[in-house]
């Protein structure tokens, strides 16, 4: 069982960065892959990073903005958001994953933490 528990949302405006955390419990957080899914109003979870258990290989939805890294010593995981625009608000989750990869789809994705708001104003 992993608890993830995230922070660092807030509002701010665009052109502004972000640094989401991502907090894990459990001793066992190298095991996991972790992403990072946007969920904006009315739409579905969409991905926006994730990261193998090393932290050696990282995925993206999109380039250049957005930087997904990991501490495995101190079991967070993290999302930094650069450049931030208004199509960026959204409620944004962690996710831990047994799997190695297939790491794009939420569906592959054991456990999520509760959210973190972001919204960025124009």
């Known amino acids: 069982q992993v608890q993830l528990i995230e922070s660092g949302g807030g509002l701010v405006q665009a052109g502004d960065s972000l640094r989401l955390s991502c907090a894990a419990s459990?001793?066992?957080?190298?095991?996991?892959?972790m992403g990072w899914f946007r969920q904006a109003p009315g739409k579905e979870r969409a991905f926006v990073a994730a990261?193998?258990?090393?932290?050696?290989v990282t995925y993206y939805a999109d380039s250049g903005r957005f930087t997904i890294s990991r501490d495995n010593a101190k079991n967070t995981v993290y999302l930094q958001m650069n450049n931030l625009k208004p199509e960026d608000t959204a409620v944004y989750y962690c996710?831990?994953?047994?799997?190695?990869?297939?790491?794009?789809?939420?569906?592959?994705?054991?456990?999520w933490g509760q959210g973190t708001q972001v919204t960025v104003s124009s």
């Open positions: 459990g001793r066992t957080f190298s095991s996991y892959s």
């Open positions: 996710a831990a994953s047994t799997r190695r990869t297939m790491l794009t789809a939420a569906v592959n994705y054991d456990y």
């Open positions: 990261s193998s258990m090393s932290g050696g």
